[in-house]
T-cell receptor, first 114, second 111 residues
């Protein structure tokens, strides 16, 4: 199993550009989520999905869109990048939602918006 | 709103020098408290889940304990390979099952 994979590893954007961060898992996990990590702060939940076709907003959803057409993939879209979106983005997955299910994190995407 | 505070922010240890990391939390209905290890440039790696006060879990040189207000991660006789940032997170009763993370404690173990 590859676990949770993310691409790209690094990305630089100009303000106003759009892009998609890719996330895939091969563990047949129902629950997937996106977090951002900023210096001096804990990881914060952006969006999550409890299964294919079902997505919902987390703590900091503004400026981001998600979709979940398959169990395996959960891309994160930045519609019009802003410098405030400079961060490290992590995708995570677990078999189901709930504390009894360990969440596995991907290696992250480091995004810089100029 | 769920809140997690970790202390200290950074900890420098000599190899073999045991110490403890603190995670204080406030949460409405604790589903679980999680400890993760994060190496530079990598994603968090799961260590433990604790569910109720009084619970303890161990893994090699690490031992996690839980009370109703805080959790401790004890590192016994650390080695340089234990150098990492240790993250604490709680999952409360929110419908999104989100993990609320602390900012982490960066541990450096010198040989």
């Amino acid at each position: 199993n590859a676990g949770v994979t993310q691409t790209p590893k690094f990305q630089v954007l100009k303000t106003g550009q759009s892009m998609t961060l890719q996330c895939a898992q091969d563990m047949n996990h129902e629950y997937m989520s996106w977090y951002r990590q900023d210096p001096g702060m804990g990881l914060r939940l952006i969006h999550y999905s409890v299964g294919a076709g079902i997505t919902d907003q987390g703590e900091v959803p503004n400026g981001y869109n998600v979709s979940r057409s398959t169990t395996e993939d959960f891309p994160l879209r930045l519609l019009s990048a802003a410098p405030s979106q400079t961060s490290v983005y992590f995708c995570a997955s677990s078999l189901r939602q709930g504390a009894y299910n360990e969440q596995f994190f991907g290696p992250g995407t480091r995004l810089t918006v100029l | 709103e769920d809140q997690v505070t970790q202390s200290p922010e950074a900890l420098r240890l000599q190899e073999g020098e045991s110490s403890s990391l603190n995670c204080s939390y406030t949460v409405s209905g604790l589903r679980g408290l999680f400890w993760y290890r994060q190496d530079p440039g990598k994603g968090p790696e799961f260590l433990f889940t604790l569910y109720s006060a009084g619970e303890e879990k161990e893994k090699e040189r690490l031992k996690a304990t839980l009370t109703k207000k805080e959790s401790f991660l004890h590192i016994t006789a650390p080695k340089p390979e234990d150098s990492a940032t240790y993250l604490c997170a709680v999952q409360g009763e929110s419908v999104d099952y989100k993990l609320s993370f602390g900012a982490g404690t960066t541990v450096t173990v010198r040989a």
